[in-house]
């Protein structure tokens, strides 16, 4: 059974940094890429960023130079280290795996989900 478990998140003053993490627990043969969605109240879940197996990283706009998605295979994780955080990155975070369909920012085209890590950024 494939878990996907997120933690890190909390309430953060604007300009401050999180990190997520998302251990992954069983099996995913069959994925080659993991990625961060968010979720407001309200709205669709967004994509945030994706990382594959070859280590080849891609980033939303609204995060790109701030956010760096990286995993450490030694401890089946995937991080997402958050920096410059504004009050718009309030969300739900997810993580999640796939097998890098097309597009990739489609939340749909992933396979295993974590049950989320809320991040509050404070004004």
């Known amino acids: 059974q494939v878990q996907l478990i997120e933690s890190g998140g909390g309430l953060v003053q604007a300009g401050g940094s999180l990190r997520l993490s998302c251990l992954v627990s069983?099996?995913?043969?069959?994925?080659?890429?993991m990625g961060w969605f968010c979720q407001a109240p309200g709205k669709d879940r967004e994509f945030v960023a994706r990382?594959?197996?070859?280590?080849?990283?891609d980033y939303a706009d609204f995060v790109q130079g701030r956010f760096t998605i990286f995993r450490d295979d030694g401890k089946n994780t995937l991080y997402l280290r958050m920096n410059n955080l504004k009050p718009e990155d309030t969300a739900v975070y997810y993580c999640?795996?796939?097998?890098?369909?097309?597009?990739?920012?489609?939340?749909?085209?992933?396979?295993?989900w974590g049950q989320g890590t809320q991040v509050t950024v404070s004004s």
């Open positions: 990382i594959r197996w070859s280590r080849s990283s």
């Open positions: 999640a795996a796939g097998q890098s369909r097309i597009p990739h920012t489609d939340f749909r085209n992933y396979d295993y």
């Open positions: 069983g099996s995913i043969f069959g994925t080659n890429a």
